[in-house]
């Protein structure tokens, strides 16, 4: 079993509906949670980050996160054809300094 | 925001040559650097991490005398594939953190062609 899973997709909706992006992951370690953006050929660019259980809100972004059931989401509102990328949720038991562990990747399309 | 900057965005070399990748922090002090290789539709796979000063970590797999890591200061990690051969061929990125509370910034990838 993988530490962290995602569905790679890829996820197809239309131009302003909203989306819901998840990962589960094993590791009961993981405290801090982030959320990756990355357009093909690009590095992954961050999105969002949250520590330890909660919802945290930036835009039409939303990022939750149960410790409990060892479940994390992020939603785009109004999503956008901009938004068209690969999502990558990256968890991490501390942060700076320790090690990141990826999901897979969910590919999105925003379709006009 | 922080930034890292990666040079070169792409390369193409002979197979048997050398290629290196430098990866700045721009307006951080970088303690920590990771260099991650990314194959097509697939997630980042960490390759190793190196801290400022000190010999970097190899996760397992990973040969460190062909993916040679160095982070001689808080701003520049350089990553070089000696010897290059086709296989090599990949998207290799780098990131940087300064500090335990933010995720880390990542550069914006070398994309490597191994001929």
């Known amino acids: 079993q993988k530490e962290v899973e995602q569905d790679p997709g890829p996820l197809s909706v239309p131009e302003g509906a909203i989306v819901s992006l998840n990962c589960t992951y094993s590791?009961?370690?993981?405290?801090?949670f982030m959320w990756y953006r990355q357009y093909s050929r690009k590095g992954p660019e961050l999105l969002m980050y949250?520590?330890?259980?909660g919802n945290k809100e930036d835009g039409r972004f939303t990022a939750q996160v149960d410790k409990s059931s060892k479940y994390i989401s992020l939603f785009i509102r109004d999503s956008q054809p901009s938004d068209s990328a690969t999502y990558l949720c990256?968890?991490?038991?501390?942060?700076?300094?320790?090690?990141?562990?990826f999901g897979t990747g969910t590919k999105l399309q925003v379709i006009p | 925001g922080a930034v890292v900057s990666q040079h070169p965005s792409w390369v193409i070399c002979k197979s048997g040559t050398s290629v290196k990748i430098e990866c700045r922090s721009l307006?951080?002090?970088?303690?920590?650097m990771f260099w991650y290789r990314q194959f097509p539709k697939q997630s980042l796979m960490l390759m190793a991490t190196?801290?400022?000063?000190?010999?970097?970590?190899?996760e397992q797999g990973v040969e460190k005398d062909k993916f040679l890591i160095n982070h001689a200061s808080l701003t520049l990690s350089t990553l070089t594939v000696t010897s290059a051969h086709p296989e090599d061929s990949s998207f290799y990125i780098c990131?940087?953190?300064?500090?335990?509370?933010?995720?880390?910034?990542f550069g914006s990838g070398t994309r490597l062609t191994v001929v």
């Open positions: 990131s940087a953190t300064g500090r335990a509370d933010y995720g880390y910034t």
């Open positions: 990256a968890m991490s038991p501390s942060g700076g300094y320790q090690k990141v562990t």
């Open positions: 590791n009961s370690a993981f405290q801090y």
């Open positions: 949250t520590y330890s259980s």
């Open positions: 307006d951080f002090q970088a303690t920590t």
């Open positions: 190196s801290n400022e000063g000190s010999k970097a970590t190899y």
